[in-house]
C-alpha cells in the first residue's frame, strides 16, 4: 500500500503548503470583506459593517503572514517565489 506517490513535495510529517493558493483565498477574502462593509455601512446596518471589517483585517493578517512564509520557503531554496508554482 502507498500512502504518497514519489514525485510529491514534502513528506507526511512536514507537508508542502498550499501558501500561494492561501494567499490568492486571504487577498481574495479581503477585498470582498471590505467591499461588503462599506456596502453594509452605507445601506445602514454598522454591526455588518464592522464584522465584515474584523474579517477583512482577519484575512489582512493572514496575508502578511503567508507572505512571511514564501519569503521564508525562498530564502531557503525551496521555491522560485512565483505566485504559480
Known amino acids: ?6 514525485s510529491a513535495r514534502g513528506t507526511v510529517g512536514h507537508p508542502y ?4 493558493l492561501r494567499l490568492v483565498l486571504a487577498v481574495f ?3 470582498t470583506s471590505a467591499v461588503l462593509g462599506a456596502l ?3 445601506a445602514g446596518f454598522t454591526w455588518l459593517a ?3 471589517w474584523v474579517l477583512a483585517a482577519t ?12 519569503r521564508a520557503r525562498i530564502r ?6 512565483s ?3
Request: net charge positive.
Open 1 to 6: 500500500m502507498r500512502s504518497q506517490r514519489r
Open 17 to 20: 503548503s498550499a501558501l500561494n
Open 29 to 31: 477574502g479581503f477585498f
Open 40 to 42: 453594509a455601512l452605507a
Open 50 to 52: 464592522v464584522i465584515l
Open 59 to 70: 484575512a489582512l493578517v493572514d496575508s502578511v503572514v503567508v507572505e512571511l512564509r514564501r
Open 76 to 81: 531557503e531554496g525551496g521555491g522560485r517565489g
Open 83 to 85: 505566485l504559480f508554482e
